[in-house]
């Protein structure tokens, strides 16, 4: 059982490069959402879909778009990457119903030169 | 203010004894209260979820609510060296944005 499943889980960029991080969850999970993880500032919320064909902005959308490719699929695109972009960046899923949690995948590890 | 505050850390605590995480949150119509366990390089994982004020335990684990003074803790008894991780609390906001409300994690490590 997969769960939610992120790649690349390691990169390196240069600034003004753009690349995809992709996501994909096998859990039939209606809600979908990209955060990015720093010292001292916790988890941020990015940018989420509560469906198929919905995408909202979350607490920093700024520099990042996504797309929901299908109900499985939750991509986040860097255009021109910056250093402030170097971070830990996880994908959730999440099950309708105010008492379900949100389950992980591990993370890309993103380090913008 | 920050809708929920939670002390960093770092917590060091020898093998067997007993940790206590806490939390505070700034809005009393907050319902729903989730701790989270993250270890290093891998994502968070759910690890208890309550409800309503009072206690609620799952083995050497004990999550507890005060709504009346808007603080959450978790308890862990005997303590052991496994547990070293980070702990992160949640709050589901379940009114217009219907979004988790994260406090910044506790580093704890269990010494052997």
């Known amino acids: 059982n997969a769960g939610v499943t992120q790649t690349p889980k390691f990169q390196v960029l240069k600034t003004g490069q753009s690349m995809t991080l992709q996501c994909a969850q096998d859990m039939n999970h209606n809600s979908m959402y990209w955060y990015r993880q720093d010292p001292g500032m916790g988890l941020r919320l990015i940018y989420y879909?509560?469906?198929?064909?919905?995408?909202d902005k979350g607490e920093v959308p700024n520099g990042y778009n996504v797309s929901r490719l299908n109900k499985r699929e939750f991509s986040l695109r860097l255009e021109s990457a910056a250093p402030s972009q170097t971070s830990v960046y996880f994908c959730?899923?999440?099950?309708?119903?105010?008492?379900?949690?949100?389950?992980f995948g591990d993370g890309t590890r993103l380090s913008i030169l | 203010q920050k809708e929920v505050e939670q002390d960093p850390g770092p917590l060091s605590v020898p093998e067997g004894a007993i940790v206590s995480l806490n939390c505070t949150y700034s809005?009393?119509?907050?319902?729903?209260f989730m701790w989270y366990r993250q270890y290093s390089r891998k994502g968070p994982e759910l690890l208890m979820y309550t409800y309503s004020s009072g206690n609620k335990e799952d083995g050497r684990f004990t999550a507890q609510v005060d709504k009346s003074s808007k603080y959450i803790s978790l308890f862990i008894r005997d303590s052991q060296p496994s547990d070293s991780a980070t702990y992160l609390c949640?709050?589901?906001?379940?009114?217009?944005?219907?979004?988790?409300?994260w406090g910044l994690g506790t580093s704890l490590a269990v010494n052997p």
């Open positions: 809005n009393s119509a907050f319902q729903y």
């Open positions: 879909s509560a469906s198929e064909g919905t995408t």
């Open positions: 959730a899923s999440r099950q309708d119903g105010s008492n379900q949690p949100q389950h």
């Open positions: 949640a709050i589901f906001n379940a009114g217009n944005n219907r979004k988790l409300i």
